[in-house]
């Protein structure tokens, strides 16, 4: 966010705190606009939710709601679609940093706001995760109106599926591209910047999400995305994997992940950066 934007997520005098991303990704001029507008949008509901008195719990999924109801983001709404049947399939999780409970949703198909189903499966049962047909049969025992699949897919991730539903697709070709560039797997750090195979650098972001710390001094986080463009049908990336994509512990601070979930996953980054920090280092330098 710009300057004027993080005036409305901190308070230096010791107030509570939240901060949010729109999604890592290459976002086309003509849509730089849209997406601070929309990240000012949510960020203004979830402080409005901390100086009413709200949890950082409630800030983190409000925020985040915001977004999934946005389609210039990719998460609810605006989310990529799948190869080959040219579905919304989403994933989402929030975290307590207090007690350390967690709720995530994957493979999600009939809501709107799948950050909320996932808290949902926090509080009320005792699992972690829900995946497909199994957490949409729990949004709906929940409460939650479940919506046609089709309800979910906007005009510009139409236009930006590739390749056209029901083209056969050719794994391998991915698997023999990195051979082709090994030298983009030599660090860590090279692992961790998505792939540029072609994809159109307009409303194509990553995950969205938000972390928050309340007067109570509580720290929480929320996330949720429409995953990678084109992705196969189940493809599960780092969202709803607690320490991969997301974790919080209010003894140490929080860490929320967004870009290629796969590089993300294969380091646990979360767990990584809080590790990090637990020893020592600055949110900065972990």
Known sequence: MEMEDNEL???????????????????GEKHHDACLQGMRESVSVGYQTLIDGGSALDAVERATAVMEDN??????????????????????????????????????????HPVSVARKVMLDTPHVLLSGIAADEFA???????????????????????????????????ARQKDKNEDRFQSKKQRLQPP??????????DTVGAIAIDCRGNIAAAGSTGGL????????????AIGQGIYVDNEVGGALATGHGEDIARIAMAT???????????????
């Open 9 to 27: 997520a901190f308070d230096t005098c010791g107030g509570p705190i939240i901060l949010i991303h729109g999604g890592a990704g290459r976002w």
């Open 71 to 112: 389609p210039i983001f990719n998460a609810g709404y605006g989310s990529v679609l799948t190869r080959g049947n040219g579905k919304v399939e989403m994933d989402a999780s929030i975290m307590d940093g207090g007690d350390l409970s967690a709720g995530c949703v994957t493979c999600i198909t009939n809501v709107k």
């Open 140 to 174: 709906e025992l929940s409460g939650f109106t479940l919506v046609r699949n089709e309800e979910l897919v906007c005009d510009a991730r139409k236009q930006l599926s590739r390749p056209a539903k029901g083209e056969p697709i050719d794994y391998a070709k991915h």
């Open 196 to 205: 540029t195979d072609g994809v159109e650098a307009s409303t194509c972001g």
């Open 229 to 240: 463009n084109g992705k196969m049908c189940g493809r599960v990336g780092d969202t709803p």
């Open 272 to 286: 990584r950066i809080i590790v990090a920090m637990e020893n020592g280092l600055s949110p900065q330098a972990a």
